[in-house]
């Protein structure tokens, strides 16, 4: 049997570029920021559930609240990875805005519990 061979990469070869100085504290204050927009996100739902309550004017739905937004987005992130794969970035990012915006004004003009959460899932 031949012996095989291995060539070790230096760690800060081309191949794996290390960030350090500004530019990873840029990416470190990046994603501190987002994480902290996303649980703020999240948080912020327990404040409006009074507001979305007397609005709708029904409590049986309060369940639907906190449920149908991380439904709606975990549901969608395997075709959003999928598509931003295969199609230019920019134009999906594009059509995706679109159709939020879509939903938005849909919801703004029908007024109802079922409406705005057909509109958020669009």
Do not use: C, Y
């Given at each position: 049997m031949a012996a095989?061979?291995?060539q070790?990469?230096?760690a800060n070869s081309a191949a794996s570029p290390v960030l350090t100085g500004l530019p990873l504290y840029t990416v470190l204050v990046g994603l501190g920021l987002a994480l902290f927009l996303g649980a703020m996100d999240m948080a912020m739902l327990g404040t409006a559930v009074p507001s979305i309550t007397s609005?709708?004017?029904t409590a049986a739905d309060i369940g639907w609240y906190g449920a149908a937004y991380p439904l709606t987005m975990s549901s969608i992130k395997l075709l959003t990875g999928k598509t931003y794969a295969q199609f230019p970035q920019k134009l999906v990012f594009l059509i995706f805005?679109?159709?939020f915006k879509l939903g938005f004004r849909y919801c703004t003009a029908n007024m109802g519990f079922e409406t705005t959460a057909t509109g958020t899932c669009a």
């Open positions: 095989e061979t291995f070790e990469v230096p609005t709708f004017q805005f679109g159709l």
